[in-house]
């Protein structure tokens, strides 16, 4: 606060937004209203979780309730919310839990689900990209009908951490198939999807597999694309002129003992990927006779 006020007072150094919101956080109403004095044009709305700081903002006309419940769900203060939802009208929506799932106050969306808001697909995904096991865990003793949707949150959210795989598998028994598989495709979760198909005791189906390879390869993911390439190796024909972005791909391929097909010498000749031919003509995996007839249809 001292060090704030003599700067104000002493030099030109004008506070930006960041003071007033560090001043509304830290729940410090002298600074906030110092601020204010000095700096009215800089002035905004901003949240806090001090029944006081929320007071004085709303008599300066700069209190959104809804933004204000939204940073409360974040910090996890039910009894300021409870206050704040009693003196105006705050309509909560998925996004204020979404929040509170984003700040991981459990303790706090717990008691709020349990009077009866909905635990929707949206926030089971964000508990899912926090791998918060807690949450879910709490849903599904609550109500065990929300397993599917749990299990949807897992494998539809791009940035689910495959260890929900197998928390699912000792926890609930819940063995992730063809639909989950689909889904993390759906949304290129490539370590998902690279999990997935390192399970031993699943029969993919191929078409998914492949489904997999070529999303893996338009994200260059080549430990996934490996990956798929395992799961049946000789079932699939790399198409380096079509498919592969480089010749990453075939190296991995290749390290790990998986058969690499080669393709049309004429597709790769007219893609023009002079590295892929040189890779093709030095390797051991390709056809020497078929790169040199590439060599002559490039020249």
């Known amino acids: 606060m001292h060090i704030v006020r003599w700067l104000a007072e002493n030099t030109d150094i004008e506070c930006g937004g960041s003071a007033f919101l560090g001043a509304a956080r830290n729940n410090n109403l ?3 209203k110092f601020l204010h004095s000095r700096f009215p044009d800089v002035f905004n709305g901003y949240a806090s979780s001090d029944i006081a700081i929320i007071q004085w903002l709303d008599e ?20 300021v919310l409870d206050w704040l939802m009693a003196r105006y009208d705050v309509e909560l929506s998925d996004w204020h839990f979404q929040r509170g799932h ?24 964000i508990a899912a990209w926090l791998c918060n096991t807690d949450i879910m865990q709490w849903a599904i003793q609550r109500d065990r009908s929300m397993i599917p949707m749990l299990v949807e949150a897992t494998a539809s959210e791009r940035f689910s951490d495959p260890a929900l795989v197998e928390w699912w598998r000792v926890r609930h028994g819940v063995v992730f198939g063809q639909r989950e598989l689909e889904m993390a495709i759906g ?24 489904a997999a390879l070529d999303q893996a390869v338009a994200d260059s993911d080549d430990e996934c694309a490996a990956a798929c390439l395992r799961l049946e190796p000789h079932g699939h024909d790399i198409n380096c002129a079509g498919d ?56």
Not at 61 to 70: L, T, Y
Not at 187 to 202: I, Q, R
Not at 275 to 291: K, Q
Request: with cysteine.
């Open 30 to 32: 002298e600074m906030l």
């Open 187 to 210: 949304v290129s979760n490539s370590n998902l999807v690279k999990h997935l198909l390192e399970m031993d005791d699943v029969d993919w189906d191929l078409d998914a597999a492949r």
């Open 60 to 79: 300066h006309g700069v209190m959104d309730p809804s933004d204000v419940a939204g940073y409360l769900f974040e910090t996890g203060s039910i009894d």
């Open 244 to 299: 592969c972005s480089s010749t990453r791909l075939l190296e991995r391929a290749a390290a790990d003992g998986v058969p690499v097909a080669v393709p049309s010498m004429q597709l790769i000749a007219k893609s023009g990927k002079i590295d892929t031919v040189h890779w093709i003509a030095v390797s051991e995996h390709g056809a020497s006779r078929d790169a040199g007839r590439c060599g002559d249809k490039a020249g």
């Open 102 to 125: 984003f700040g991981r106050q459990t303790k706090m969306l717990k008691q709020m689900y349990e009077r009866g808001h909905e635990f929707t697909l949206d926030a089971a995904k």
